[in-house]
């Protein structure tokens, strides 16, 4: 089967999208505006929406979301297990890439190796979850200080993935991107680690950041980050494309 969509259904969610905070309340014409539909369009899809209880239109016309939105949050939110999400996008990274893929979380001024998958074969580096390092100079190190504690390392956002070799000790190396959830806000770094010639290597083709970054942008969107966030971070890097040292 394709997976082809409903255009109409992807345009009565875009426009929930919208809603954010600070702009909790928006007007038809704000919402076309931000939206780049017709008003008569939009109208239409609130319309839909309002008598499914996903938005609320005031007596000034004004739309906001609406309870229906609420229920469905909660529902996730007991029903969400952060690693029956990760777990099976690192397993699926380390099987194509034949490479260690974990996901790194900022804990206690450091970092964090939250979740681990290790390829089934070849020479690689193996780390336990629940390891910690500094916040180093590695692209790890580089990821979490620069994405999720504001540290500017840099001058301007730099492309993705990130890498280093040698950075923690001269045998490894490792490329790193940022994930993000809800609200998108920063989550961790998703890493792809080795031995330092493979990845080199790797580096030059630029076969392994296009997967990785595909990795990372199908990650944030399922931890509930924003389409148009996923496209700015990751969209582009096309394949072939090298990717650029941290």
């Known amino acids: 089967m394709g997976n082809e969509g409903v255009q109409s259904v992807e345009k009565a969610l875009s426009l929930l999208d919208i809603f954010k905070p600070g702009a909790e309340a928006l007007s038809l014409a704000a919402l076309s505006q931000a ?12 319309n839909s929406l309002e008598r499914m209880n996903y938005v609320i239109r005031s007596d000034s016309g004004s739309y906001s979301l609406g309870p229906r939105v609420l229920y469905l949050g909660k529902l996730y939110e007991q029903s969400f297990h952060l690693s029956s999400v990760v777990e099976p996008a690192l397993h699926a990274l380390a099987t194509s890439t034949k490479e260690s893929a974990s996901y790194y979380v900022i804990d206690h001024s450091q970092r964090l190796c939250l979740f681990r998958a290790e390829p089934s074969e070849g020479l690689r580096e193996t780390r336990l979850p629940g ?12 990821v979490l200080r620069f994405w999720g504690l504001g540290e500017a390392i840099f001058d301007t956002t730099p492309e993705l993935p990130l890498f280093t ?3 923690r ?9 940022p994930i993000f959830g809800s609200g998108d806000k920063f989550m961790a770094a998703l890493t792809l680690s080795g031995p330092a010639s493979r990845l080199d290597a790797a580096r030059t083709s630029g ?21 148009g966030l996923c496209e700015r971070m990751y969209g582009g890097l ?3 494309r090298e990717a650029s040292a941290a």
């Open 131 to 142: 390891t910690v390092f500094a916040l180093d100079d590695t692209a790890i190190g580089q």
């Open 169 to 177: 000790d001269l045998h490894t190396a490792a490329f790193a991107a």
């Open 207 to 227: 076969d392994i950041a296009t997967v990785m970054l595909r990795a990372a942008s199908e990650l944030s969107r399922k931890l509930g980050a924003s389409v």
């Open 165 to 167: 070799s040698g950075a």
């Open 238 to 240: 096309a394949p072939g």
């Open 35 to 46: 939206s780049g539909m017709h008003k008569t369009t939009v109208y239409r899809l609130m």
